[in-house]
């Protein structure tokens, strides 16, 4: 669909008279983004400012939109992604115009959502649909949901996915970090840390992962999850910033605009807490009035709002940027 030297052009000679033409047009001006044009798509670049994130970003963009699963080989490795929003579709051919119609939803949110396709009776078979039925999975869920209404519409697919492209578990990516970090429910953010490749960090993921389970009809739940080992030059600044140590799995509630926040207490190192008792915990603490009331306010948190996030991250990467007199003075506090 499109090549990745056409793609660097287009960041290289982002400075053209067109191109800012383009992102005035379409309300995108915005200073330190990065835009990549393909084809008659704007794609904005929200993610950690990393070269080799970034590259990464950029091969995802010249894939197509659908992959194609043909065989169980591929079947298995489709089941295997279990940390993106993914939808699968069966339809008679690539010809197809339910197919094309589903081709033309992928572009609209192509490459932060994954769309696969099937042509093949004995792999629709395997994943229980039917022709041109289309099945939305949700981040670490067990079973999908399969969109009402077919067959669909370009708009169909989009609308649908739409009002549910907020997880109840969801991954902070380094290609992503800032959009989902800005998507908070109600000024709050549940946040755990887990490294995945920690035994207690894989445990207490998997009971997390038994609570969004239990939890996936409630629109008011949302939790991110954070492994350390995606973001290494972070962990000093979070640890410093919510008093806490990343050795082990934590999870707490953030004010995202005052960056109150609380933690759980684990009393009991050697055993984490059950899926019970952490969605009590939630409940307890995930409103307006919690951080407050309880008194549980770190004074010294700095707020991790997008742009000083934007500005720690960019320093950590080794890049130079400009702090206010009010972040210089919050810096030097720590």
């Not at 379409?26 to 670049?45: C, K, M, T």
Request: glycine letters at 2%.
């Amino acid at each position: 669909m499109y090549n990745i030297q056409s793609v660097f052009n287009l960041l290289i000679h982002s400075n053209t008279s067109e191109t800012f033409r383009r992102l005035f047009l379409a309300g995108l001006l915005e200073v330190e983004s990065i835009y990549i044009f393909a084809d008659d798509e704007i794609i904005e670049y929200d993610g950690e400012l990393a070269a080799d994130t970034l590259l990464e970003f950029l091969y995802d963009v010249i894939e197509e939109p659908v992959e194609i699963i043909s065989n169980d080989r591929e079947l298995k490795g489709f089941h295997h992604i279990e940390e993106d929003i993914k939808l699968m579709g069966y339809f008679k051919s690539a010809k197809s115009s339910h197919f094309i119609e589903y081709d033309d939803a992928a572009e609209e949110f192509h490459p932060f959502i994954k769309f696969f396709a099937t042509f093949e009776p004995k792999i629709a078979k395997k994943l229980n649909l039917k022709m041109n039925e289309v099945d939305f999975y949700e981040p670490f869920m067990i079973k999908p949901v399969t969109i009402p209404g077919k067959p669909y519409t370009e708009d169909d697919i989009v609308s649908f996915i739409e009002e549910h492209d907020r997880p109840t578990l969801r991954k902070l990516e380094p290609h992503s970090m800032y959009e989902i970090w800005e998507d908070d429910i109600n000024g709050q953010h549940i946040v755990a840390f887990a490294e995945e490749s920690d035994p207690d960090g894989y445990e207490f993921l998997e009971i997390l992962k038994e609570v969004a389970q239990e939890n996936t009809e409630n629109p008011d739940l949302s939790i991110i999850w954070i492994d350390p080992d995606d973001f290494p030059l972070m962990v000093p600044y979070w640890e410093k910033t919510f008093r806490i140590d990343l050795s082990s799995p934590q999870i707490g509630v953030v004010d995202v605009e005052d960056a109150d926040s609380v933690w759980m207490e684990m009393d009991d190192e050697e055993n984490m807490p059950t899926a019970d008792e952490l969605d009590t915990w939630i409940e307890d603490w995930s409103c307006d009035c919690r951080l407050e009331e309880k008194h549980c306010v770190l004074s010294h948190c700095l707020a991790l709002h997008h742009s000083f996030f934007r500005k720690i991250n960019m320093v950590s990467a080794g890049h130079c940027t400009c702090f206010s007199a009010n972040e210089m003075h919050l810096l030097r506090t720590f």
